[in-house]
Structure formats: C-alpha cells, structure tokens
C-alpha cells in the first residue's frame, strides 16, 4: 500500500497543506507538539533522511530552504525554531517516508535540559 504521505499528496487523504511545488509537500502535524509543527516532505518516496542525502542532495537541501520558508511565513523565523529528522526505530520514527519536522512557536527546551 502507498505510504501515508503519498495518499495525502493524491488527496486520497485530507491534510492541512501549508506549501506545494511538484517536488514538495508541506502539511500541518495531526498531533502537534508545537504551536507550529510542519512536516516538509518530498513527493519521492526514501525511507529517511540517510537515503535522501545519499540519492537527491539537492532535494535535501530543498528540505531545509522550504522549511525556512514556511517560518518566515508563521513568523517564527526570529523567535526560533527547530528542524529535524526522526531516522529509524530508536528515534521514534512511525513514517517510512523521509520527512523535516518544523516546530516553533514557544520555548523548545533545550539540548541540555
Ligand atoms: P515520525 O515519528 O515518523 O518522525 O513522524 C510522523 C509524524 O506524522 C508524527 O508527528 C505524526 O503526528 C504525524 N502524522 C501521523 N499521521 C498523520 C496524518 O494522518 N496526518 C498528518 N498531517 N500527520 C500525521
């Protein structure tokens, strides 16, 4: 079966889509853990974000300029914001289909606690 992502991106399934080009998607978290929490998410399916620096820099780096992006637009780009990545088991990751996280809008926390 196609992956979550990919049926979003048919509109198989309903998301909040705050940005698209016909490389990327970006959608509202269905359980946000931040008053801003956007997944950036290429069309092209790779399993994380090791497989997609290794086949499409490029896209990666779309990634990131996309997700700077969408902050300035929430007006979080000052305030700060966090980008990342789960990759595998360990770090939590649920979705098979490489995706930026972007969260802001209050105090993160720190690395150090
Ligand atoms: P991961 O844990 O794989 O890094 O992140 C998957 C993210 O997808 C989670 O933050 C989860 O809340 C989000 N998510 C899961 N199902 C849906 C959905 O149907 N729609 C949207 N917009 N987000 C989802």
Do not use: C
């Not at 079966?1 to 509202?28: G, H």
């Not at 789960?86 to 809008?105: E, K, M, R, S």
């Amino acid at each position: 079966m196609d992956s979550l992502f990919l049926r979003i991106i048919e509109r198989e399934i309903p998301a909040d889509i705050v940005r698209e080009t016909d490389r990327i998607i970006a959608i509202r978290d269905i359980n946000p853990q931040a008053p801003t929490h956007v997944l950036v998410i290429p069309k092209q399916v790779y399993r994380n974000a090791a497989e997609l620096a290794a086949a499409d820099p490029q896209l990666l780096a779309e990634l990131f300029t996309t997700a700077g992006e969408i902050a300035e637009s929430e007006g979080i780009s000052e305030s700060g914001y966090r980008l990342l990545f789960n990759t595998n088991a360990d770090a939590g990751q649920t979705i098979f289909h490489v995706h930026l996280h972007l969260l802001g809008g209050e105090w993160l926390g720190g690395m150090t606690g």
